[in-house]
């Protein structure tokens, strides 16, 4: 079971993740109804379908992207997105960060950006300075998680994506010089 840390919370997830099987096509795949986050593939060959959706019956529409996947595949549609996912194949792979500060940067979505899949509660500071402001854990990595996000921490230590670093001049170090004879 999976849990949703949004807004310094753990919230229940209304959103249904389509993943498409081995066998099955982007173009013919069962849509459930509700709230439905896409891959870029049923996006592209359903684009209509999915507008459709959105506007007749008031689900909100969402999109992932693989870690292999151009968040350019998406950029001219960011407007049709509530929800824009980024898959996080293992916890050792950072593509997804620098999707995510591209999406903000570059493309200027302003939307929910979540972080999904092999994420652990650890890394959630870091996915925070990357741009991400929803993240999908197992429920028992939630139960744990720090869901106060950045109040966690007391100052970062560098800068991040639409977050400058504004230190105070108590807080850097003070170094010594050394005395030459």
């Known amino acids: ?15 249904k993740l389509l993943t498409l099987a081995e066998n099955e096509m982007a173009g013919t795949v069962t849509l459930p109804v509700g709230p439905l986050l896409v891959p870029v593939a049923v996006w592209h060959a359903r684009r209509r379908e999915l507008v459709e959706r959105e506007y007749a019956h008031g689900w909100p529409l969402g ?14 549609d960011l407007d049709d997105f509530s929800v824009v996912a980024v898959h996080f194949p293992k916890t050792t792979d950072g593509r997804g960060c620098f999707t995510a500060r591209l999406l903000r940067r570059r493309y200027g979505y302003r939307g929910e950006l979540r972080a999904f899949g092999e994420v652990s509660r ?23 998680a720090p869901v106060s996000g950045p109040h966690a921490f007391a100052q970062a230590g560098q800068a991040a994506a639409g977050r400058p670093l504004r230190l105070a001049a108590s807080a850097l170090p003070r170094f010594r010089t050394a005395r030459t004879a």
């Not at 999109?63 to 001219?76: D, F, G, K, N, Q």
């Not at 650890?122 to 990595?141: G, H, I, M, V």
């Open 1 to 15: 079971m999976l849990s949703l840390i949004k807004q310094e919370s753990v919230a229940v997830d209304a959103w």
């Open 63 to 76: 999109v992932w992207l693989a870690a292999t996947e151009s968040p350019r595949a998406i950029a001219e």
């Open 122 to 144: 650890e890394q959630l500071f870091y996915l925070w300075r990357s741009s991400f402001d929803a993240f999908t854990l197992r429920a028992a990595q939630a139960a744990r």
